[in-house]
């Protein structure tokens, strides 16, 4: 006949190790949450007044109480206070004002104290946890995530990230994105803060770092460091603008993060769904970086001021709406990208308006034509 034998008890100490493990959590934080709980369950079950010491023995999992007690020479407070002659035989060579350690550990102190603390024990572990969390995510920010829409609440998306929920509020939502309870979406962390619940992270689809972050993933020339993301400026929903600069003569930027066909842009594309997306070529000649971010539209010339902040950009007649662009856009996220004040005006309107003499024309012939990959017909 077959012996079962039986499986040899977890003891504290594997319990205690393997739960940071599982937690995640360092063990000397676990360890001190413990004996801060035991301390608090002795002094509610035995002695209030005590000035206690409690410590668990990391090897085997022993713990152990000691009263802390001051010497002196009169005692006043037998609590708290211990003669030097009692403290002598306890301690030999101890002197006065010294704090010596008497060990008071009740002999029942083990079942009261796991009933008493492991209330205690479950809230520290939590807050560990918490901890961990909010390290992580801290230490994430400016990265993108992907994760599970679980819930909406007070209008907010509610976004399972790992072992946290992250918030994706309205206004960091996209007017192309119309997500539902149960999607999976991609997000940027734009911010982690410490909250009563635990760390609240909050994610944002319209930021211009979204738009970064998710270029820098698909073209391996950034990621080597070849080629440099040097700007981004973007409406979201509406229309964006990327500028890009290559270290190696060799290598092309804006071919390089398009691909053949927009094959290496086209996932980029497929996450901003309808938002146009323009890739430029930067430029350290400030007019030839203004006449690249312009396009599509051709510019006849470019002036700048004397302090390099100020430009005015001539286009042909017919082309001034477009070097605008709708309500303004082109122009405006030109500025942004280049961070210059424009000034537009077509051939006619400049004839009738001389420059300042703050102003000069500057060289452009090196401006290139703007690229606008397309997305594939029936992606979002």
Excluded at 49 to 66: A, F
Excluded at 105 to 111: A, E, I, Q, V, W
Excluded at 130 to 151: A, H, P, Q
Excluded at 357 to 379: L, T
Aim: proline share 4%.
């Amino acid at each position: 006949m077959a012996v079962r034998r039986k499986k040899p008890e977890l003891s504290l100490i594997d319990a205690l190790k393997d739960l940071c493990v599982e937690k995640e959590i360092k063990p000397d934080v676990l360890f001190e949450a413990v004996e801060s709980a035991l301390k608090v369950a002795y002094k509610k079950n035995f002695n209030q007044d005590d000035n206690v010491e409690i410590t668990i023995d990391r090897e085997d999992g022993s713990y152990h109480v000691y009263s802390l007690k001051s010497v002196v020479e009169e005692v006043t407070d037998p609590i708290i206070e211990i003669s030097l002659a009692d403290a002598e035989k306890i301690s030999p060579g101890c002197e006065l004002d010294d704090v010596i350690e008497i060990e008071v550990t009740p002999k029942d102190f083990g079942r009261i104290a796991a009933q008493a603390a492991k209330q205690l024990v479950v809230q520290k572990l939590r807050e560990a946890e918490r901890g961990v969390i909010y390290d992580e995510f801290t230490n994430r920010e400016s990265d993108l995530v992907r994760g599970k829409i679980v819930r909406v609440e007070e209008g907010n998306m509610v976004v399972e990230v790992g072992k946290t929920e992250a918030i994706l509020e309205p206004e960091e939502m996209s007017p192309c994105d119309n997500y539902k309870i149960g999607d999976w979406v991609r997000a940027y962390i734009v911010e982690v803060k410490k909250g009563g619940k635990g760390p609240q992270v909050y994610l944002s689809r319209t930021h211009p770092n979204f738009l970064r972050r998710l270029v820098e993933l698909e073209i391996p020339e950034i990621q080597e460091g070849i080629i440099e993301i040097k700007a981004v400026a973007r409406e979201a929903g509406a229309r964006a603008k990327i500028a890009v600069s290559s270290k190696d003569p060799n290598v092309e930027a804006v071919g390089s993060c398009l691909g053949q066909r927009s094959t290496r842009i086209q996932p980029v594309l497929d996450e901003l769904g309808t938002e146009k997306l323009d890739i430029i070529e930067w430029s350290p000649k400030a007019g030839v970086y203004v006449a690249n971010a312009l396009s599509p539209s051709k510019i006849v010339s470019v002036a700048l001021d004397d302090n390099g902040k100020n430009c005015r950009v001539v286009v042909p007649d017919n082309q001034l709406s477009l070097a605008i662009g709708k309500e303004g856009q082109n122009a405006r996220l030109a500025a942004r990208i280049t961070g210059l004040k424009i000034d537009i005006k077509s051939m006619k309107q400049a004839s009738q308006s001389p420059l300042s003499d703050d102003m000069h024309e500057v060289d452009i012939s090196e401006a290139k034509a703007v690229f606008k990959p397309r997305a594939k017909k029936g992606k979002k």
